[in-house]
């Protein structure tokens, strides 16, 4: 008997709990959206998407929520159609009980900005992929100017860049780099009228710890003033060209 009461007991929870998700859903589904609202994630850090962007995306493609019955309304298609927007790394749509629409958006993150001589001025972001610039806001970040193909910049240049920012010296101390005709790499360092000459970003850690070597024992002694080129392309040595 004990054991027929909780069946029973059971089953008419679970047709309860049946009857009122039918009837929110039936509810909802009545109504009509009365407002679409964007939240933009790490928007204090950050601010390359606005809210005004996604409404405008949305009329556009007149998908624009508010106004219609939510019966009518595909999140999959509002969440397709934002996508489709490069500063959006991440999407979700949802509908709330008292009809509103909700979009929360994740913003991609830019490492590197490049000023390409080739393929125009883009930000490469933290998963090696090309992002556009945004109308709204500028971020400071490493630039790389001259001539820079999408590829050398998603991968040796990226690498490079990843190394100098998680090196708090090397990021103050380096204001640009430059791509010549070449692919020969050059940085322009903050301090002093000279550039830095790479060559190629091969063993570029160890043409950096030569560098600092030079920058303590020589720099620091004969003046930031001296030389026009400091050329660290050949192994053991470090070859500077006088005024």
Known sequence: ????????TILALLGYLAFIAIYLDDNT????????????????????????DIEQLLRKAKLHPV???????????LEKAISTNKLVKSVEVFTTQDGAIIARIGQRN?????????????????????????????????????????????????????????NPSWDAWIEQIVVNQNQKVQIVPRAGDF????????NYEEKLDKLKIFINKG?????????????????????????
């Open 219 to 243: 720099l620091n002694t004969v003046g930031w003033n001296r030389y026009t080129e400091v050329n660290l392309e050949y192994s053991n040595q470090v070859v500077c060209t006088l005024k």
């Open 195 to 202: 550039m830095v000459t790479l060559g190629t970003l091969e």
């Open 110 to 166: 830019p490492v590197l900005r490049v000023i390409s001589h080739r393929d125009g001025s883009y930000y490469i972001d933290s998963e090696r992929e090309r992002m556009p610039l945004s109308p709204n806001y500028t971020v400071y970040l490493p630039v790389a100017t001259g001539f820079i193909t999408e590829e050398f910049a998603k991968n040796e240049l990226y690498d490079f860049v990843m190394f100098i920012s998680h």
């Open 29 to 52: 589904q009545d109504k009509v959206c009365h407002s679409f609202k964007v939240l933009v994630k790490d928007s204090i850090d950050k601010q390359f998407i606005q809210a005004k």
């Open 1 to 8: 008997m004990k054991k027929f009461l909780l069946v029973f």
């Open 67 to 77: 106004g219609k019955p939510l019966s009518d309304i595909n999140t999959m298609e």
